[in-house]
Structure formats: structure tokens, C-alpha cells
């Protein structure tokens, strides 16, 4: 009977003992295998779990940067159209507050006093005595177009008298001469009718509107008595018309002086521009400014204009604050948001690799005590085996079997043992990891692959295994006297 058959019917014959040793080399191997199948399956599920955080977090970042982008950038544009109807609304208020402060300084008087060369300004200014001019000097500077500069030309005529025995100031203003080369303006001065008078209010005691009074021989109806000016111009003064001031004073076609406004002018010297244009039109006259007023309305739009260029710069610079301040708060939103993502990382990182250590140390220290004690179950198996056969062993070397034959026998056997236990073992074991990955360790099925290194070894190892656990009692079958045996038995 051949080897083989011997080994064939030897497996047969003692099943159970053939079973109880594949159980302990399967166990082995399907140790050996679920092992580095269960960690190299969780870390490459860590793996790709790692990068999609980390591309989520990316994703997350990048979507939370173009959002703030967009905010900032809407931020950006409302701010835009807010300057920009806050800038139109300022030129509009600008524009109103400018027609209101000319309509003020329109109210506080006169500016200019255009008079003859030969006025002695000591005597103007003391004793309101002025060299005359013919009237029709109005008229040609109120036709004359390149007298730009000035606006609201009033002829007056103006003398000292001496009326109910005190001093009192007669002034006789003409209606305003209308400028056509000028846009057409509400009138400045006096409009008096003629047979009335103004009384000042020093000149207006003890009388009232609609009396009747004499001035120098012509009787008159007051029509208005002028509240307290606090200045002699005003208080003692009795204003009448033109023509009837030339009447009483017998000074017909005669004007003393022609009051006029400047105009704003961007320069400081607007005198000597308007004096510029007054010589070229009519180098008779000269001109002379009431500083105060002038600077009065000139500071008065400045003021305006300073406070329009404030609010702007303000409303600018707020803006400019907000947009700032918005930028900052969103880039440490983003930081505060990297930092968060990028603690999670490392804490599902560090749960990782701690599960990947408690398995590498379960797979480093169990595994190969299971190995070892499966091998020495082997071992003690093929002893008991050989006990059991020993009667048969020593027949067999009394029929001329030798030693190398019954070695083939046993090794045979656990080479066959062996080749099987691990086969089946690696399909144990790459079933037992995928379970255990996919049910415990929420491992997906993707990332789950076979070690394919370690199923080689197990297919490898396991005869070789079997084989070692079967040395000894191999030899001590090949050892002992068939005589003796037989002899025993």
C-alpha cells in the first residue's frame, strides 16, 4: 500500500483527530489574517475619512470665504450708493442752504457802495457827503455786460438836514435797475412809493403810520416806521424816493452813491476784480466795500461748504471704519472656524490612531500567543496519534516500511493539515475582519481590501507550522523498535 493511501485512510480512520487539528491551524489562521485585515481596513477608512473631513473643511472655508466675499462686496456697493445719494443729497442740501444763506445775506444789506472819484471818503463816512453823479451811471452799469461781478444796483441819493430842530439823514432810493445780462434776481433796497416816507425809529417818535409830516417844505405820508437798527444810518434816517429826495433836496438827475451786492467770489481780491471791471465800464466811479458784511456772507458759505465736506469725510470715514471692521470680524470668523475644523481633525485623527494601536497591540500580542497555542494543540494531537498507532507503526517497519516512509506519513499529514486549515482559515479571516470592520467599526466596504500579503504567509505558514508541531512526535515514530512494539503488544 502506497503512502498516500496509508495517509488517505489514516484520515479517514481518525477523523476526529484530524478535525480537532484543522480547527486549531484554521483558528490560527484566520487570526493571523482577520488581524492586519481588520487594522489595514480601518486605516485606510481613516484614511479616506481624514480626507473627506479635510476637503469638506475645505469646501466649508471656501464656501464661507466667497459668502463673506459676497457680503463684503454688497456691503461695499450699499455703502457706495448711500455716499453716493448721501453725496447727492448734500448737493441738493448744499444747494438750499447756499440759496438760503444768499437770501440772508441778501437780507443783511448792501455790500458794495459804488460813489463818484472825487468822493471824499472821511467826509462820506463822517458827515454822509458825496461828490453827486448823474443818475444814468446806474443805467449804464446795468446795461453794461462785462460788469459781471456785481448785482442789485440801487441808486441813492443821500444829505444831512436838519429837521424838527435835530439832525436827520434824508435818503432817497430809486427802485432796483434791472440787470438783463444777470439772472433775474428778487430786488434788494427800499420800495417806496412816491408822498411816502420811512421814518427811522429815532426820527419815527411821537409819530404814526399815515400821519402827515412837512420835510423841507413838501408834505408827506408816513407809511412805515422802522424798528431800532442800533447805527445812525438807519435810526435817524428818512427814506423817501428818488424823485422825491431830488425834489427837496433840488438836486434833480443827482445820486450821491449806487449800492450794489458782490457777487461770491473765489478769490480774496474781489475788490480789486470788481474796481477791474467798474474802470472799464465807468472810470468816473469808484467802488467801496462794507468789509463786514462781505466777509459775514462770504463766511457764511464757507461755513456751508466746510459742513458738506465734514459730513462727507465723516460719512466716509465711518465707512471706511465699518468695511474694516467687517473684514476683520469675517477673517477671524474664518480663523475661529479653521482652528474648530482643524481640532476636530485632530481628535478624530488621535481616535484613529488610538483604535489602530489598541488593534496593532491586540494583533501583536494575542495573535501570535493563539498561533502558539494552536500549534502546540497540533503537537500534542500528533502525539496522541502516534501513541494511538503504535502498534500500527511498528507493523509497518516489520513489513520493511523505513523511517523516511512513516516521516512522509505524519508530515503528509500535517502538510495536508496544514494547507487546508490555512485556505480556510484566510476565508475566516478575511469574513470574521469584514464583519468586525463594517458592523463595529463602521468600516465601509470600499475601503475594505484583502492583505493579500498575509493570506500568501497564512497559505505558507500554515503546512509549515503543522509541520514543526509535528516533529517531535514524528521522530519519536521513526524511532522506536518495531520489536519491542510488537513485542509489548
Known amino acids: 500500500m502506497s503512502t498516500w493511501r496509508l495517509l488517505t485512510a489514516e484520515l479517514w480512520h481518525r477523523k476526529s483527530n484530524f478535525a480537532l487539528s484543522l480547527l486549531a491551524v484554521v483558528a490560527a489562521a484566520t487570526m493571523f489574517v482577520a488581524g492586519p485585515a481588520l487594522i489595514l481596513g480601518y486605516r485606510q477608512e481613516s484614511d479616506r475619512q481624514l480626507l473627506a473631513m479635510r476637503q469638506e473643511t475645505q469646501r466649508q472655508l471656501e464656501a464661507r470665504q466667497l459668502q463673506n466675499d459676497r457680503q463684503l462686496s454688497a456691503m461695499r456697493e450699499e455703502t457706495d450708493s448711500q455716499l453716493a445719494e448721501m453725496q447727492t443729497q448734500a448737493e441738493r442740501d448744499l444747494q438750499e442752504l447756499d440759496t438760503r444763506t444768499k437770501r440772508i445775506m441778501r437780507d443783511l444789506g448792501f455790500n458794495l457802495r459804488i460813489v463818484h472819484r472825487n468822493t471824499d471818503t472821511s467826509e462820506l463816512l463822517a458827515n454822509f457827503v458825496a461828490f453827486d453823479m448823474p443818475e444814468e451811471y446806474v443805467q449804464r452799469l446795468a446795461e453794461s455786460p462785462e460788469l459781471t461781478k456785481v448785482a442789485h444796483l440801487v441808486a441813492r441819493l443821500e444829505q444831512m438836514i436838519q429837521w424838527e430842530g ?94 450794489a451786492l458782490g457777487c461770491k467770489c473765489k478769490t480774496v481780491n474781489r475788490v480789486e476784480e470788481i474796481s477791474q471791471q467798474l474802470e472799464a465800464v465807468l472810470p468816473e466811479a469808484r467802488v467801496m466795500e462794507l468789509r463786514l458784511s462781505a466777509i459775514a456772507r462770504e463766511d457764511q458759505r464757507k461755513l456751508v461748504e ?85 502498534t500500527e507503526i511498528g507493523l509497518l517497519r516489520a513489513l520493511g516500511r523505513g523511517s523516511l516512509d512513516i516521516a512522509r506519513l505524519f508530515l503528509g499529514k500535517a502538510v495536508v493539515l496544514g494547507l487546508l486549515g490555512g485556505l480556510l482559515g484566510c476565508v475566516s479571516g478575511c469574513w470574521l475582519a469584514y464583519w468586525l470592520a463594517t458592523r463595529i ?49
Not at 170 to 198: D, S, Y
Not at 223 to 250: F, K, Y
Not at 310 to 333: F, G, K, N, P, T
Not at 478 to 486: E, F, H, K, N, R
Request: net charge negative; charged share 25%; with cysteine.
Open 166 to 259: 435835530k439832525p436827520r439823514l434824508l435818503v432817497g432810493f430809486a427802485p432796483e435797475t434791472v440787470q438783463t445780462h444777470v439772472e433775474k434776481k428778487p430786488p434788494m433796497g427800499f420800495n417806496i412809493e412816491l408822498g411816502t416816507v420811512f421814518l427811522g425809529h429815532e426820527a419815527g417818535v411821537g409819530r404814526e403810520v399815515g400821519q402827515q409830516v412837512e420835510i423841507l417844505g413838501k408834505s408827506f405820508q408816513v407809511a412805515r416806521i422802522l424798528p431800532p437798527h442800533g447805527n445812525r444810518d438807519e435810526d435817524i434816517a428818512l427814506i423817501m424816493h428818488l424823485r422825491d429826495a431830488q425834489e427837496v433836496l433840488e438836486k434833480p438827475g443827482k445820486i450821491s452813491e449806487i449800492l
Open 306 to 390: 466746510e459742513h458738506h465736506r465734514q459730513r462727507m469725510a465723516d460719512h466716509q470715514q465711518r465707512r471706511q471704519e465699518i468695511l474694516v471692521r467687517a473684514e476683520a470680524d469675517q477673517q477671524q470668523l474664518l480663523a475661529d472656524e479653521a482652528r474648530d475644523h482643524q481640532r476636530m481633525r485632530e481628535a478624530e485623527q488621535a481616535g484613529h490612531a488610538k483604535i489602530l494601536a489598541m488593534l496593532g497591540a491586540v494583533n501583536s500580542y494575542f495573535t501570535p500567543l493563539v498561533v502558539l497555542v494552536c500549534a502546540v494543540w497540533v503537537g500534542l494531537l500528533a502525539w496522541s496519534n502516534v501513541r494511538e498507532r503504535r
Open 441 to 489: 467599526l463602521e468600516v465601509g466596504s470600499g475601503s475594505f481590501v484583502p492583505p493579500y500579503a498575509f493570506l500568501a504567509a497564512a497559505l505558507l505558514g500554515g503546512p509549515l507550522v503543522a509541520a514543526t508541531a509535528s516533529y517531535l512526535p514524528t521522530l519519536k515514530a521513526i524511532t522506536q523498535d518495531p520489536a519491542v512494539v510488537l513485542l509489548e503488544d
